[in-house]
């Protein structure tokens, strides 16, 4: 069964228009499909591969796997309480990195650090309930560790919440939300690679979205501040 069209639609009561693949070759990869039977797999599969990529070029997020030791002190610290440490000691899990790979060992560190409100764990977090690693599979709380981060002001899970709205894993599929969270995130990007990477992603969202839309999200990003700062 193939798909031939995506939808181009705004939220409420505003208009709708439907595009097609013959628009001009814009970037489909944001484009979810619309039939029953192949939406829900393409769309989880798109969703997970953004995540691990954005993760991936994430400062504080979990790294690739690599020879090595744990370095000195880094679990006495993390079983004395600090969140850094615990967050680095269950990402080191995760890859294997100095450790030998335990998914539960990553998670129950990345937990500890996640609950004493630590930005970059909660956003790991929220990545192993996505993939189902050491926690059961749950998008609905995968969407609130990244949202716990994102309120924080931390990009990679701005950007993580913003890719979960724009396909309604987790949380119902909301554009002007969805690039409300791509904007807040390319803002606050530190690097270049992030910054282009999460543009990227906001501009193709762009494509599905009315002008209005678009204006209401960076209405709503001028507005937005971090948890802390309300």
């Known amino acids: ?4 069209g995506t939808t181009k639609r705004s939220f409420g009561s505003r208009s709708t228009k439907t595009t097609t693949a013959e628009d001009g070759g814009k970037d489909l990869s944001m484009r979810a499909p619309r039939c029953s039977r192949c939406s829900a797999g393409l769309r989880r599969g798109l969703v997970t591969a953004w995540l691990v990529a954005a993760a991936t070029a ?4 979990m790294q690739p796997a690599g020879a090595g030791q744990l370095p000195p002190g880094l679990l006495e610290r993390a079983e004395q309480g600090d969140p850094i440490a615990q967050n680095d000691v269950g990402s080191r899990y995760y890859a294997g990195r100095g450790v030998e790979r335990d998914d539960a060992e990553a998670a129950r560190w990345i937990q500890l650090a996640a609950d004493q409100g630590f930005a970059p764990a909660q956003y790991n977090l929220g990545l192993l309930y996505f993939r189902n690693r ?8 995968a969407a609130r560790w990244y949202r716990a981060a994102a309120e924080q002001g931390y990009a990679p899970a701005q950007a993580g919440l913003g890719y979960l709205y724009t396909y309604g894993a987790g949380v119902e599929e909301d554009h002007v939300r969805a690039y409300l969270w791509l904007e807040l995130a390319w803002r606050g990007a530190d690097s270049d690679f992030t910054r282009t990477l999460y543009a990227g992603q906001r501009e193709a969202l762009a494509d599905l979205m009315t002008d209005e839309d678009v204006r209401e999200s960076r209405r709503l990003a001028d507005a937005w501040q971090p948890a802390a700062s309300r």
């Open 58 to 61: 994430a400062a504080g997020a």
């Open 1 to 4: 069964m193939s798909c031939s």
């Open 134 to 141: 050491g926690v059961p599979g749950n998008d609905a709380e």
